[in-house]
């Protein structure tokens, strides 16, 4: 009996983990595209047609970087930054643990990872949450004609990415322990 639940069990391990890196590779990804382009927001100001992201804001067809130090901004790119570093170690330790590198035997890889993801997630979602309600607040209430752009979205997206990577990855931690569960009495 326990001969066939080993396979089983290392299977859902498997699917779990790949389920997980898979899904942090693209929020990854979108982390990145989300953080660096410009179309986190459009709105028109006088007539001109204007998007900005993060970083740099563009007035028709022409770009300029954001010169003034403004909290919310320095917080929503701090948050960015943040997110993908955990993403990317989350990356890394999730593939080793895929792969059994066993440097460190007290160390669960697979543990290291679904929280390291779960850290991604909490750090992008503190830094839409910032972004959202100031802009809302300041736009909302000064400009009719704006709406979020797809930067925006996408940093949504990798909200739901790194959080579903976080539990694939915690779902593969309990597979790993189903062997030691398993052990007749």
């Known amino acids: 009996m326990k001969g066939e639940l ?12 790949g389920g997980g890196l898979f899904c942090a590779g693209v929020g990854n990804i979108l982390l990145i595209v989300s953080t660096a382009t410009d179309y986190w927001m459009q709105y028109r100001h006088s007539g001109n047609y204007m998007h900005q992201g993060l970083w740099r804001y ?6 300029y970087s954001h010169t003034d130090s403004i909290a919310y901004w320095d917080a929503t790119r701090a948050f960015m930054i943040l997110s993908l570093l955990a993403c990317f170690i989350g990356i890394i330790i999730g593939i080793l643990a895929f792969i059994h590198y066993s440097s460190f035997e007290r160390f669960d890889k697979t543990f290291a990872a679904g929280i ?7 750090f992008v979602l503190l ?5 959202t309600g100031v802009t809302v607040n300041y736009y ?18 990798a909200v739901v990415l790194t959080f579903f990577s976080g539990i694939f990855y915690m779902c593969a931690y309990r597979m790993h322990e189903c062997p030691r569960n398993t052990s007749p009495h």
């Open 6 to 17: 080993l396979p089983i069990c290392a299977l859902r391990m498997y699917s779990f983990m």
């Open 58 to 63: 563009c007035v028709t067809g022409k770009c």
């Open 116 to 122: 390291l993801f779960f850290i991604s997630c909490i």
């Open 127 to 131: 830094a839409m949450a910032v972004y």
């Open 140 to 157: 909302g209430k000064r400009y009719g004609n704006w709406r979020f752009s797809w930067s925006y979205i996408t940093g949504w997206v």
